[in-house]
């Protein structure tokens, strides 16, 4: 099972974006929610924990739906990356755990 991501796209910077992920099908259960990003040249960081965007990202989830949101206010420039969506995925009762990732969804920021 995928995990789907959308809600990306080019924004100005001061903008806001919000990012959606939920399974490509029905899952029985999920856990651990998040958000990677990516920019050109650097290594994959974990988003919402990060001090570049503490007070302006908000991670969220829809429990009911499955879904994790990611909203990102007041971006700049340096938040221009591919964001991943992961979690961990049960697809049956008494089934094995796994990871599953998105295949990322660009944010640019520029004017």
């Known amino acids: 099972v995928q995990l789907v991501e959308s809600g990306g796209g080019l924004v100005q910077p001061g903008g806001s974006l919000r990012l959606s992920c939920a399974p490509s099908?029905?899952?029985?259960?999920?856990?651990?929610m998040g958000w990677y990003r990516q920019a050109p040249g650097k290594q994959r960081e974990l988003v919402g924990y990060a001090d570049s965007v503490k007070g302006r990202f908000t991670i969220s989830r829809d429990n009911a739906k499955n879904t994790v949101y990611l909203q990102m206010n007041s971006l700049k420039p340096e938040d221009t990356a591919v964001y991943y969506c992961t979690a961990d995925i049960q697809t049956r009762p008494s089934g094995n755990w796994y990871r599953s990732w998105g295949q990322g969804t660009q944010v640019t920021v520029s004017s």
């Open positions: 099908e029905r899952v029985f259960s999920i856990n651990d």
